[in-house]
C-alpha cells in the first residue's frame, strides 16, 4: 500500500488557484521526485499544475520527497473548469509544471515531466482529464542560470508607537528589504499613509524617515515597497501617534499660519517671527516625495502648488529648532 500526503494542497502560497473550495473532477498526480540540478524540493517550496496560464492544482511541501520512500511522495490534485470560465483545466489539454523555490523566492519553469504506472513502465504524457486513475510522475528541471529573482522582506518593519511632537526615527531600509541578486539596486517609495495628519514617512536613499505631528493624534498604516527589475516586495506597519503623558508645551498656531486651506493653487504662509538665516519651507505629497523647497526671507511667503495633483500636502519648517508642520489640502 502507498501512503501520500497532500499537505496544503489548497493553502495560500505563491501559486494561485483559480477555485474556491476544492474544485471539481479532479485529475490526480502522484509526484515521485522534483529536483531542481539534481537537489531535491524543501519543506515550504510549492509544485503546481498549468493548463497553459491557469493554475490547476498546486501542493506546498512539507518535507522533500525521496523516490525511495512513497510516504514522502506528493499528490498535487488538478481542478476541471466550469463551463463558460477559466477556473481550471480543459479536458484534453496539455499539462505543464512550475516550481517555487521559498528559499530564493524563484518561480521555476520548463519543468519535464517522466510518467509510469504501479510497475515502473513508463508511457506519454497523458493530458488533462477526471479519472479515478493516479498517475505517478517524476518532475526534473535544471538548475536555473543568470535567474533574476525576486526582492523579499527579510525583516519586517515593526509598528511604531511615539508620543506628537517626538523626534524624528530613521529606518534602514537595507535591514528591512534583500534581494539575492547583489548587483540588482533595489528603490525604494512609500506606496501607502493611511493618515498623513499624524505622521509622514519620507524616503532619502534608503533612510525612511517618519516625522510625527505636532498637533494631532492618532493611527496611520504604512506601506513601503521595494523594488527591482520590475519586481516588488512589501512591508505594512502601523504607527500610533499618541498624547504625551508628561509636561506637554504647547505649540502656538500664531508661529506658523497657512490661508487659504483647502487652496487651488497659492498659499500664503505667516510666521510670528522672522525665522532665523537658512531656513527652508518644505512641501510633500502623502508619499513623502519633497514637492517644493523654498528659503524663508520675510515673515510672510508664498507658495505655489500650481501643476500639482489634487490631494493633501504637508508643509513643514524648523522654527528655532522646534519642528512644526501643517496639513494643506488642494
Known sequence: MIILWAANSFAQGHFILPFTGNGQDHM?????????????????????????????????????????TPITFAALVSSRKDDGQSNGYTVGNTITYKFWDSSKSLEISGIFAEYFDNTGTTFPAPTFSPTADTFFVKL????????????????PIKDVSADKRAPNQTIDL??????????????????????????????????????????????????????????????????????????????????????PNPTSEKIKV?????PENGTYLTVNDVTGKTILKQLIQDKEEWIDLKG???????IKANLNNLKVQKVILK
Open 308 to 314: 500639482n495633483p489634487p490631494g493633501i500636502y504637508l
Open 270 to 274: 505667516t510666521f510670528e517671527l522672522i
Open 140 to 155: 526534473t528541471v535544471a538548475a536555473p542560470v543568470n535567474a533574476d529573482h525576486l526582492p523579499y522582506v527579510k525583516n
Open 28 to 68: 490526480n498526480l502522484t509526484v515521485v521526485t522534483a529536483t531542481i540540478g539534481g537537489v531535491a524540493l524543501e519543506a515550504g517550496d510549492e509544485i503546481a499544475a498549468f493548463d497553459g496560464t491557469i493554475c490547476c492544482g498546486k501542493v506546498i511541501l512539507t518535507q522533500s520527497i525521496a523516490l525511495n
Open 174 to 259: 537595507k535591514t528591512i528589504f534583500a534581494d539575492e541578486d547583489v548587483s540588482d539596486l533595489l528603490s525604494y517609495v512609500v506606496t501607502l499613509n493611511s493618515n498623513v495628519q499624524v505622521v509622514t514617512a519620507e524616503i532619502t536613499g534608503f533612510n525612511l524617515t517618519l516625522s510625527f505631528s505636532i498637533e494631532n493624534t492618532g493611527l496611520s498604516e504604512i506601506e513601503i515597497t521595494a523594488s527591482s527589475n520590475g519586481k516588488e516586495a512589501k512591508s505594512k506597519f502601523q504607527v500610533q501617534v499618541n498624547i504625551p503623558t508628561g509636561t506637554d508645551p504647547m505649540i502656538s498656531d500664531q508661529k506658523f499660519i497657512v490661508f
